[in-house]
């Protein structure tokens, strides 16, 4: 039978997946440790060989080998901008949305001391923007000439004012520097374009990204790394919402996906108010919307977690009246040991309150919120963010929503709650569990066979 081999080189975990391409049926999964510091393959050949167990018998014909990765950190990227609420900011989004770790976000004309900032980087692309299209172009012009005169040389999407394009071209072939020049992520005030400069970003992640990660080895094996893991995963809870050409979508949708160093939280919805009398203020959001959170994380950063929600979060999850448990030990044990895999009951409770405090902080700082201004005529609303409380699914992935025996509490906790009525959250979503972890797979499916990867995604989600 003809099949596709789908692989996510994850920072922790190397994940394959057997499709079934013509009675889309997942054949197989299995995992093993990512070895990049030594070669990728070393951990790939392992869950190869528990692949092929699992395989035994079956007559499988690989047609297609193809890949994401997040392994070495993933894509970290550094965006500049004109004005932080705008251009900046429209610039972290576009990064974001394109599977990034956004490391920092520079603003107006950067000075010598944060151009050897950004030289001495891990970042792997710079995202250079900056005005509206006609607007200010010497903002972006400054920040060129010093990447040129500081010698940074990093790869570079230009996606600001288009006037000052020609100029940066000049600039950077001069120079001898890797870069491409595509759409402005602000090409009007409030208005944002950041589906260009994404594709873009994938396109120089595939390009010489995965050479610097040393996944040069596994190139000669699959078909292609085609994107980092998290737009993976965005582009299947995409298809997944939408639909495709054949395939009805589930309609608007978030996904949580809860691991060890981050929390990250997929929207899709367009997000305008669902109440009257409420108005749009802010930037526009984008309708496939990704934010990381770096400080809820269940291992890596188990201390930051405890340090964003405080010990009554924590102990109120745990239902921890008599505080038996110390909280920060707790935290520093699991950051100190980041292999840890909870065995006993309260290792296994504990974990959970974690994973729920990052649910719920996660989507409080995802979601938009309602403002009340005071005026001379009465009360005005105003929305600053997406509204999410008409969605209609609230999907979980990561390990310890799988390994939960209720992951439906744990996607809860990130709910609409009455004791913070102004935080736009679901009110009442169907919550499903990727309990086979394939929506990075599906995200890579999608990218020739849509369809299949909507049927698939609707077969293997679970009710929760």
């Known amino acids: 039978m003809d099949a596709y081999l789908l692989l996510d080189f994850g920072s922790t975990y190397t ?57 070495a950190g993933g894509l970290k990227m550094v965006a500049l901008g ?21 490391l920092k976000v520079y603003s107006y004309d950067i000075n010598n001391e944060e151009a050897e900032e950004i030289k001495n980087s891990d970042a792997d692309i710079i995202l250079l923007a900056g005005g509206t299209n006609g607007g200010n172009k010497e903002c972006i012009l400054s920040n060129a000439r010093m990447i040129v005169e500081h ?27 890797y870069f491409s020049v595509t759409e402005n992520v602000m090409p009007a005030l409030n208005t944002l374009n950041v589906e260009p400069a994404r594709e873009e970003i994938r396109k120089v992640f595939m390009e010489k990204i995965t050479d610097a990660k040393g996944l040069s080895n596994a190139e ?32 608007d949708l978030i996904v949580v996906d809860i691991g060890g160093a981050t929390t990250d939280v997929h929207s899709i919805a367009d997000g305008e108010p669902t109440k009257a009398g409420v108005n749009m203020r802010g930037l526009e959001e984008p309708f496939a919307k990704r934010t990381v959170e770096g400080d809820l994380g269940m291992r890596y950063s188990a201390v930051s977690l405890w340090e964003a929600c405080g010990t009554r979060k924590l102990r109120h999850y745990l239902n921890d009246e008599d505080r038996k448990i110390n909280i920060e030990e707790c935290c520093q044990y699991r950051y100190s040991h980041i292999k840890m895999v909870p065995e006993t009951e309260e290792e296994i409770k504990f974990d959970e309150a974690m994973a729920k405090v990052a649910t719920e902080l996660s989507l409080e700082r995802h979601a938009g919120h309602i403002e009340n201004v005071y005026t001379p005529m009465g009360v005005v609303f105003n929305q600053i963010g997406k509204d999410l409380m008409k969605v209609k699914y609230m999907i979980g992935t990561g390990g310890v929503l799988v390994h939960s025996k209720n992951p439906g509490a744990i996607l809860n906790a990130g709910t609409f709650s009455k004791d913070d009525p102004t935080s736009l ?40």
Request: glycine share 6%; charged share 25%.
């Open 425 to 464: 959250r679901p009110e009442n979503p169907n919550c499903l569990l990727d309990k086979s972890y394939i929506l990075s797979a599906m995200g890579l499916l999608a990218q020739d066979h849509p369809d299949k990867a909507v049927r698939i995604m609707k077969k293997y989600l679970v009710n929760v």
């Open 15 to 71: 994940k394959l997946t057997a499709v079934d391409i013509e009675n889309e049926e997942i054949l197989a999964a299995a995992k093993d440790i990512t070895t990049i510091e030594d070669d990728i393959m070393t951990g790939f050949n392992n869950a190869y060989v528990k692949l092929e167990k699992q395989l035994d018998g079956k007559d499988v014909n690989f047609v297609k080998k193809i890949a994401c990765s997040s392994a």
């Open 151 to 177: 010698k940074i040389n990093i790869p570079i999407v230009v996606a600001g004012n288009k006037s000052a394009n020609d100029e940066i071209r000049k600039l950077f072939e001069e120079a001898g520097l």
């Open 220 to 251: 000669n094996f699959v078909n292609g790394i085609l994107m980092p893991t998290p737009a993976a995963v965005l582009k299947a809870a995409r298809v997944l919402s939408e639909g495709s050409d054949e395939e009805e979508g589930i309609g």
């Open 82 to 102: 004109l004005v932080p609420e705008l251009t900046a900011e429209a610039a972290k989004r576009a990064a974001l949305g394109a599977g990034a770790r956004v």
